[in-house]
């Protein structure tokens, strides 16, 4: 059974930085695309950032772009989200999902098969 575990949330001051990691069970993890998405209270679970399996393509959304990074390490199953620049509309919880998918990475939580069970991230003005 695949298992994602995420780390790294946190309370941080606005304008502050956090690295947020997925560290993954996954036999072959370059046989996945992956992505990042968040939760805030009472909202809906949005698309923030994905990654192709080589590491050589990603994608953000928006409000994200220019601020935070998805890279992927490989040989460690790892995935990560560095956030910086962060300001009181990045509180959230922060969820890793996987994509069993060499061909393509995605935006819609429809096309994801696995995911984790999520790391507060908690960002005060």
Known sequence: QVQLVE???GLVQAVGSLRLSCAT?????SNYAMGWF???PGKDRDFVAAINWSGGKTYYAGSVKGRF?????????T????MNSLNT???????CEARASRSSFATSRVDYNYWGQGTQVTVSS
């Open 7 to 9: 780390s790294g949330g």
């Open 25 to 29: 069970s996954v036999l072959t993890f």
């Open 38 to 40: 968040r939760q805030a």
């Open 69 to 77: 990074t998805i890279p992927r390490d490989n040989a460690k199953n």
């Open 79 to 82: 995935v990560y989200l560095q």
């Open 89 to 95: 509309e990045d509180t959230a919880v922060y969820y």
